[in-house]
């Protein structure tokens, strides 16, 4: 069992920047890829952000590909999602969640909350 909690959310200006991080316990996550998603009130869950377990391989949304980076720390068992030039359609609740079989994604944290303001 793995327990993920995410944080860094906040109010931000358009333009502006956050580094979100998920912290897990439980076990490690060292041997998992992870990703990110968000949710934003009246939409469905976007994938926006993965990686593999050894940080070799990243993916990105076209939504936010080119602002968004994703990395992580093994020996501390987390990982982060650095987030540039914010938008205000960047506004969702951030989760982290492990990806246990390939492409499917398990362990969600309570997110953490990003709103940009125009």
């Known amino acids: 069992q793995v327990h993920l909690v995410e944080s860094g959310g906040g109010l931000v200006h358009t333009g502006g920047s956050l580094r979100l991080s998920c912290a897990a316990s439980g076990r490690s996550i060292g041997s998992y890829g992870m990703g990110w998603f968000r949710q934003a009130p009246g939409n469905e869950r976007e994938h926006i952000a993965g990686i593999s377990w050894s940080g070799g391989n990243r993916f990105y949304a076209e939504s936010v590909e080119g602002r968004f980076d994703i990395s992580r720390d093994n020996a501390k068992n987390m990982v982060y999602l650095q987030m540039s030039n914010l938008k205000p359609e960047d506004t969702a609740v951030y989760y982290c969640?492990?990806?246990?079989?390939?492409?499917?994604?398990?362990?969600w944290g309570p997110g953490t909350q990003v709103t940009v303001s125009s």
């Open positions: 969640a492990v990806e246990t079989k390939s492409y499917y994604y398990d362990y």
